[in-house]
């Protein structure tokens, strides 16, 4: 009899983690270690989110709640939906759970294993893991840099076959940054509905723009159909450890989801969902400061990058992350990310984390201070300076 | 094409959680309701707990880590394993997750669709939820009341097939209180090793005994070869609202279903962890102290539920619950629960919840103050005696 089950065999995870493993053993031995592979920042936590979570501890909201989400926090997402897509979903549509769980529900609650998901190719490494070890069948869809990384809609139309179940599209993009127009998102919605496919709209960086617009795929529906909203707290208002996200879907499929997070996990922490009340009530003006800080993070970053020999950059519209080409290096991804974290200190990801069509980059999470940025930049063009001069002889 | 998969289609819930809707409606009606349906205290969490959870929060233990856990709360797991159970796991055996997800992570982890896991019945519900949405087979061994609802050995051994993969046991045991004797344990963990099958030993209510002590099957293997304990902080240290547990069980085991959690979940909260260590590390009194508040609570349940005709209820050894036989009213376990609520405005669960064996009794979570424990005991009575005078004319 095998030990474990077919589920098991087929587990791989993120990637970033193990990475974080390695790095956490690196530095254990005294190694000093730039972090680029994480998609967080190195700024603190918004103090008003902090305080609401602290004073929900107080008040004692630390109690089995409905597993939907707090009723206070779903009318919140609502307001919030109503404000920022123009539509008003019902209460019915929202749940609350956190955000890389979703992703998960949604592809188990509607895709049987055999069945085929279409993703973009690079793409959020869950994408991945979840159809992996669920026996889904994934189809990529390569996004190519001399297209800016965009999704186009004839590539995914000349993939569907009569087993594609969902559709999934990321804007803005991790890990290239890229931003869709809303006319595209409106043709991948009505392609979806042609089809009669689900169609998962991947919004986690929607605040996190730079001189152009979010938009959401959702508004040809609102929801109501077709189109699942995936969202959360931890990207656009710094709330990682949080884990809080929510989802907004077609009621029926939103139940589904429900219950099956119920049965994973009863429900989210309250005092965790009071947090995420007081991020979407708070100051906005308080998250475009930090959007602004991050841009500059990134100007800074693409520059310096762009100054690597080997190295070239494209500037992101959205996300926080660059996703620059190093084929002139001759290393691949896998090589290159770990001659980077070898020798420079420097920890990234290779982009083939992201799929095949990521070999040839790497992604790097540039919402770090300026000054470690412009160091870490500096070890890298150093090092690969060296290694180019060792090679040449 | 159907709409959803076939997970979606099998999937239940906990059924507590759909009693909690309808409770919520009840209530937004303006009904006074008596809560005794959830496995939660009326008590306030222990302020300790609160403090170091705030603290973290103040200290900006608010990003990633590791999806195994933090080191230091994991470590605090090993030392108190040690301490309770007199063996020290590697931290390697230690993954910290929410509670109820253990179950699905074990079931999904060493269990294929098809095959079979054996567990007690009436048992938590999830035990059910999960066999049910995943196409595992289930194969429940009658607890029965004239045994006091203890466990069988050879009741486990008859059921054993060629396709048994996983045997579940649950001391304390959440409905029926049943805590099981060191003898008992040891030998269904020879059982186990015998039939070369895993152990998952569901140890959530390990601090709420009553009188007696806690023993584990896992002394027989120190969770190395196939023994998996499951345990929390929701019921010991009246934290549900943290979702916060943790699974020891072998090495490898564990990676994968530290694969499995990461794929889904990313990681645990940070400060929901330092609100762990703090429980763990904090002062035992505090927390022996309010298992002596249970246990008044739980006499005077008692007492009081014998008082009522047609109930007859057995005196719990440990967990927070009563079990009582309900067969003399003439109605049904959901009759009963539904003319309950209806009529006295107690809410509280069927046995059938819990399985087919529960047919025939109820489910009372007794921690509760002791007045309201007195006041809905008197209503019960009261309804149920006019119901039994109305029926004999």
Same mark, same amino acid.
Not at 171 to 177: D, I, K, L
Not at 317 to 320: F, N
């Given at each position: 009899m095998k030990k474990y089950s077919l589920i098991a065999a087929r587990l791989i995870g993120q990637p970033m983690f193990k990475l974080l493993a390695k790095i956490e053993q690196m530095e254990k031995e005294g190694r000093e270690i730039y972090h680029f592979e994480i998609g967080d920042t190195d700024l603190k936590a918004h103090r008003h989110i902090v305080e609401a979570t602290k004073l929900a501890l107080d008040n004692d909201h630390t109690h089995y709640v409905n597993s939907m989400g707090i009723r206070e926090l779903r009318e919140v997402v609502c307001e919030h939906t109503e404000q920022t897509l123009g539509f008003r979903p019902s209460i019915e549509q929202v749940l609350i759970m956190p955000a890389n769980g979703i992703i998960d529900c949604v592809m188990r609650c509607v895709v049987n294993p055999g069945e085929e998901v279409i993703y973009p190719d690079p793409g959020f490494s869950t994408y991945i893991a979840v159809t992996n070890y669920t026996g889904i069948k994934k189809v990529g869809v390569p996004l190519k840099e001399d297209n800016a990384f965009h999704i186009e809609v004839d590539e995914i139309a000349k993939r569907i076959t009569d087993k594609t179940r969902l559709i999934v599209i990321n $804007?803005?993009?991790?890990?290239?940054?890229a931003v869709l127009k809303k006319q595209k998102l409106e043709e991948i919605a009505m392609l979806a509905k042609e089809k009669n496919l689900y169609l998962l709209s991947d919004?986690? +960086? $929607?605040?996190?723009? +730079?001189?152009c617009v979010h938009y959401s795929p959702s508004v040809v529906d609102q929801c109501k159909e077709r189109t699942i909203i995936l969202n959360g707290f931890a990207k656009s208002y710094s709330?990682?450890?949080?884990r809080l996200g929510y989802v907004i879907g077609p009621e029926e499929l939103i139940e589904k989801m429900g219950l099956l997070f119920q049965t994973m +996990? $009863?429900?989210?922490p309250p005092f965790v969902q009071y947090g995420g009340i007081s991020a979407l009530q708070g100051n906005k003006d308080v998250i475009d400061e930090r959007i602004q800080q991050y841009k500059t993070m990134r100007d800074l970053m693409v520059k310096k990058l762009n100054e690597i020999p080997g190295v070239s950059c494209l500037m992101p519209?959205?996300? +926080?992350y660059v996703f620059p080409n190093i084929k002139g290096t001759g290393m691949s991804s896998a090589e290159f990310a770990d001659f980077i974290l070898e020798r420079a200190g420097v920890a990234l990801l290779p982009g083939t984390c992201f799929g095949e069509y990521g070999e040839g980059y790497i992604r790097i999470?540039?919402?770090?201070?300026l000054e470690i940025i412009e160091e870490a930049c500096e070890m890298m063009k150093k090092v690969l300076k060296q290694e180019a001069s060792c090679r040449r002889y």
């Open positions: $804007s803005p993009q991790n890990p290239t940054g919004e986690i +960086y $929607s605040r996190v723009v +730079y001189d709330m990682p450890g949080w +996990y $009863s429900c989210t519209d959205g996300a +926080y999470c540039f919402t770090r201070r």
